[in-house]
């Protein structure tokens, strides 16, 4: 669920999110899967074109190896059309890498099992996972991660031991709807 309906805003903390993804590989390991979530998406919340064109150079220009596998979770069935014809306007390698995955389904089950965890990936995507969201914890990771992006980049870590006081939860807040209220 967006939190906010700017383009820019959205690229940049699709951006962020993959620098953290990236500074948290393990040791040695260079590229990471994307399983993307349509499940609740309608023509309301779609993206402007430009924006998915922004998006796509971005991850091709930016990031063109580091994909190794994207799985595109109970998206319409229309998308995997529309895919074909898309799909001849990226790179071959990065095409190959695309999967369209749906709920009761045995061949995307059969994939998913192959490619993830099941005790690691969440039952909403058909794994066994219960995961709970709870805000001082991403917050403190946020903060974490901030630190380590930091010292990658060469800033003296001295600068950002302390948050300025307060506490990662005060820096994030809590947002004002709660994510199971929004899923149900």
């Known amino acids: 669920m967006n939190n906010t309906t700017s383009a820019e805003s959205n690229i940049r903390h699709l951006v962020y999110l993959l620098e953290i993804a990236i500074i948290n590989l393990p040791k040695g390991q260079e590229q990471m899967s994307l399983l993307i979530d ?3 998406w309608s023509m309301a919340n779609n993206a402007p074109m430009k924006t998915k064109r922004d998006i796509i150079y971005i991850l091709q220009n930016h990031y063109p190896e580091r994909l190794g596998m994207s799985f595109l979770y109970n998206p319409p069935r229309l ?3 529309g895919y ?3 799909k001849y306007f990226l790179d071959p390698r990065t095409a190959q890498k695309v999967n369209f995955v749906y709920p009761k389904d045995k061949a995307s089950d059969e994939l998913m099992r192959s490619h ?3 005790e690691n990936l969440p039952k909403e995507f058909g794994g066994e996972a219960t995961l709970e969201y709870d805000h001082e914890e991403f917050s403190r990771q946020m903060f974490e991660d901030d630190l380590k992006t930091a ?5 003296e870590e001295k600068q950002y031991s302390q948050p300025n006081g307060f506490s990662p939860a005060d820096v994030v807040p809590e947002p004002a709807t709660s994510l ?3 899923a149900s």
């Open 38 to 40: 349509f499940t609740g």
């Open 79 to 81: 998308f995997q059309a």
């Open 84 to 86: 074909k014809a898309v």
């Open 116 to 118: 993830f965890d099941m």
């Open 151 to 155: 010292k990658f980049w060469g800033l």
């Open 180 to 182: 199971a209220s929004v």
